[in-house]
Each structure stands twice: as C-alpha cells, then as structure tokens.
C-alpha cells in the first residue's frame, strides 16, 4: 500500500497491525480478466481520490507508457509535461488509449452523469468504469455505441474482497471464487427487460421469466396506469402523445435504477432514445419478436385500432427494438418454452 497511500484491509497478527490495499490486485485481475494490457498504452484517469491513485499505481506497474490525470478545473494535480489537465482541455489528450473513471459521476442516484464525450477520442481500445451501480453508466453506453469493450467495476468489487479475505483467513481461496461470486451477483441485482410490440407477450413472458429467475416482476403500463389515475387512451391518443411519453420517460428513468427486477415495457418505450439508456443501465435487453399475423389489433391499445395501423406500427419499430435489444427472441412456440429461452438467453448475455 505504500506506492498508493492508503490501505483498505487491517489484520492483527499477533498484536500487531498490519495494512493491505486489495483494490491494487482487484483492478488487476479487472484488467486480466478482460484481456486488457497496459503495457505501452495511453491512460486517462478521471478523479483525484484514493481509486485513482490505485489505478494510476496498477498502469504504472503495467508499463504504460503514460498516465494522464484529470481533475477539475482548479485542482492541481498532474504528471503531463503540459500544465494541469482538467475536464476543459481534454482536446489535447485525443491519443487516449483507454480512458478509466475512478469518480463517482454517474453512479446511483444521479445515474446519467457523465464527465466526457468519447467521440472525442479516435484510438480507444476500451473504457473503464470502477463504478458497479449502475452496471453500465452513461460513460459505459457511450463506449458500448462505439463497440467498444466497457467494463464496470463489479469484478473488481469481488476481487479485491476475495483478496481481502485471504488476509483476514490467513490463507488462499480458489480464484474460481471471483467468477462464480461476480455472475452470481450479476444474475441477481441485472434486470430483465422485455421491448416488442404491443400484444408480443411481454407482460406474461415477463411474469413467468420473473419466477424463473426470482425476480420481482414490473409492468410498466400498470405503472403508468396507476399515475395517469386512469386508462392509458385517457392521455395517449394518434398525435397527441407528448404528455403520455413525458410520463412514459419518468417512468423508465426511475424503474432503469433499481436492480433484480423483470421489467414488461409498453410497446413505445423504445421511441425515446432516453428511455433506452435508461432501461440497459442496469439490464438485459430482451426483444419479443412475435410474428405481425400473430399481433392482436384493437383493445385497449390507443395506436393500433387497425390492422393498418398496427402494420405501420411494426415497420417504424422494429428496427428500434433490433438497436436496443442484447438479445432477441421470437414468440412463436409453447410459452414455457420461450419463458426459458428468454431465461437461457439472459444468462448468455451476463456470462459474455
């Protein structure tokens, strides 16, 4: 711990104290479990707290090549030949290889935070996130739309506290133990989101997957039902829908934040690119492709009181359910079987 400053882990061995920083070795295991390598490379770190100085300690040890430190403006703080850096003269930094946030920005509650804009950088490799809730924060969603890797910093989370455990049991535990803890945790706080057309199954794949995977299950027209203190077609009409999405969009924002959930989303809570990013922070996305033949017209869905309509509807939306989903699913088999596709592909998506 000295490199670094500070400890994080204290064992008393025969009355005397001893310190260990474990978030060294835990970002280190972070990098090599996602093929990550330093050596040579150019690092950006965001922040100035004790994470930072661990990470700026673990590039060093890597090899990289240089270690750049952002702060904000007034605080000094910088191993750049150039002067101080801070969020306003990043320009000068395009060369970035990876780009590490070790502040809290962007972190639950004020998820949706985010420091910098990634276009800004062409040679990204990957970005990394110590931030665990949410597991993809804005600055994560941005690489993501770039394909890029983007790792948050749940494994490093589990990491460091297996390490930490070896210390306080005075001896090893099985490194399995890191991966096994880190998709047991992921499986339990993830969402399961289900987008599709209106009449796709959503809401009763949604209830059978929620048991399936023991999660707490979310519709969100029941909850936008219950604030509008009516029907939906009371404020959702042919164009007049603002005040419904306005609504809809809240909804999504508050619901995208909490974990261990399966959500059933309404079928144009993907209109609003906003409302996806809210609902992928903390879920998979699961698309219920039914076939068009197979979709109910009329009923209590303002916008599809036609086959027309519903037809039109189908073509303008399914592209955005193919963008926003992480898998997709089609709905025309026995429903046990596609609740434990969905299930199945859940799990495929956490495990990637």
Known sequence: PRPIGSVNTIVNKNGRLEGH??????????????????????????????TQKTVLA????????????VSRPGTVITISRSGPDNYTNLDRHRDADYIVNTTPVGMYPNNGECLVALENYPRLEAVLDVIY??????????AEARGLPAVNGMLMLVAQAKYAAEHFLGRPLPDAEIDRIDRELRGKLSNLVLVGMPGSGKSSLGKACAKLLGKRFV?????LVERIGGPISSILS?????PFRNLESA?????????????????????RAQNV????????????????GQLAVGGARPLSQSAEALAAMHAARAPLYAAACDARVENDGPFESVAEAIKERFYEILDH
Request: hydrophobic residues 40%; charged residues 20%; glycine residues 14%.
């Open 21 to 50: 920083n474990t978030d060294f070795a835990g970002f280190t295991c972070l990098l090599r479990r996602n093929g990550i390598s330093l050596r040579g490379k150019t690092v950006m770190l965001l922040g100035t707290g004790g």
């Open 58 to 69: 673990v590039a060093r040890a890597e090899g990289a090549a240089q270690a750049v430190l």
């Open 133 to 142: 809730n949410p597991f993809r924060t804005a600055l994560l969603q941005q």
């Open 219 to 223: 519709d969100m027209d029941d909850v």
């Open 238 to 242: 042919p164009g007049n829908e603002t």
């Open 251 to 271: 909804v999504a924002a508050e619901l995208g934040k909490e974990n261990g959930q399966v959500i059933a989303t309404g079928g144009g809570a993907v209109l």
């Open 277 to 292: 990013r809210a609902l992928r922070q903390n879920g998979v996305v699961v698309y219920i492709d039914r076939p068009l």
